[in-house]
Nanobody, 118 residues
Framework: QVQLVESGGGLVQAGGSLTLSCAIS????????LGWYRQAPGKERELVGR???????EYADSVKSRFTISRDNVKNALNLQMNSLKLEDTAVYYC????????????WGQGTQVTVSS
C-alpha cells in the first residue's frame, strides 16, 4: 500500500521561504510522475511542479525561478523548496505519485496548508 504524507506547510510572510516534504511509503514501480499540486479556495487543483519519467522537471509558469522540486532517494521523499513566496501562493499543497502499467496507480497525499501573509 502506497501512502503519501506531506509536511512543512505553515504561515509565512510574503517574500519568505518554505520547504515542503512528501514522505512516500510503500513500493512504486514504473513511476510516471512525482508531483506537487495546489488548490486555492474556490479554484481548481493545479500543477506546481513535477518530475516526470525521464527525469525532467516541469513547473507552472507562476512559480518558475522561485520553486524547486527535488527527489530524495535516501529518504524516499519528494521536496518542494519555495522561495520569494507571494500572497497568491496561498493554497493547500498536495503530493502526487503516478505510475505506469503494468503497475498503474495514482496516489495523493492529504495536503498541507501554505498561507502567505502580507
Amino acid at each position: 500500500q502506497v501512502q503519501l504524507v506531506e509536511s512543512g506547510g505553515g504561515l509565512v510572510q510574503a517574500g519568505g521561504s518554505l520547504t515542503l516534504s512528501c514522505a512516500i511509503s510503500g513500493r512504486v514501480f514504473r513511476i510516471r510522475e512525482l508531483g506537487w499540486y495546489r488548490q486555492a479556495p474556490g479554484k481548481e487543483r493545479e500543477l506546481v511542479g513535477r518530475i516526470i519519467t525521464d527525469g525532467r522537471k516541469e513547473y507552472a509558469d507562476s512559480v518558475k525561478s522561485r520553486f524547486t522540486i527535488s527527489r530524495d532517494n535516501v529518504k524516499n521523499a519528494l521536496n518542494l523548496q519555495m522561495n520569494s513566496l507571494k500572497l497568491e501562493d496561498t493554497a493547500v499543497y498536495y503530493c502526487k505519485v503516478n505510475s505506469m502499467s503494468p503497475y498503474a496507480g495514482l496516489w495523493w497525499g492529504q495536503g498541507t496548508q501554505v498561507t502567505v501573509s502580507s
